[in-house]
């Protein structure tokens, strides 16, 4: 279904910002001018940005930051969850996105967050992206095609 990103993400930020700052982290929007739209299930991105930001929620300690953004790269949408966490150590950051793959420091999870937004932007054109260095946080990107508005 067609959808206007930026008002999605406003309506998402909104939604989960009080659940969001609930252990006193700061979460932020940052969103462009401009209209970016995609042909996307609903219910499946609202599911993988929990996912994402629920995750950095899970390794920001308070008085951390968690920044959803999304801009236009050329002909995609992205949709970048950054947060001032602990960060991931390099030997682990080509693993996050495989299944059953976690590290919380809990011991809790299935470790398949991040699997099912990678498994959501492949089956939509897209793709993901994890960056970090230990100590300095985490950017999560999802990279979704944006609609041309050809029918198909």
């Known amino acids: ?10 309506g998402f930020y909104e939604s989960n910002r009080p659940d969001m700052e609930l252990s006193g982290q700061n979460f932020r929007l940052e969103l462009p001018r401009e209209e970016l739209r995609i042909s996307v299930d609903e219910a499946g ?8 930001c629920y995750n950095a929620l899970s390794f920001t300690p308070p008085g951390g930051r968690i920044t959803l953004s999304l801009r236009r790269e050329g002909g995609y949408a992205v949709i970048r969850v950054s947060d001032t966490g602990c ?7 080509p693993h996050v996105f495989e299944r059953g793959f976690t590290r919380r420091p809990d011991n809790s999870g299935e470790g398949l967050g991040l699997y099912i937004v990678r498994t959501f932007a492949l089956e939509h054109g897209g793709s993901t992206e994890a960056e970090s260095k230990p100590g300095s946080g985490s950017p999560f990107t999802l990279r979704l095609p944006l609609d041309t508005g050809r029918a198909s």
């Open 1 to 10: 279904h067609p959808l206007e990103l930026a008002s999605f993400l406003r």
């Open 45 to 52: 991105l609202r599911a993988a940005l929990e996912n994402l």
């Open 87 to 93: 960060g991931i150590a390099p030997e682990d950051l």
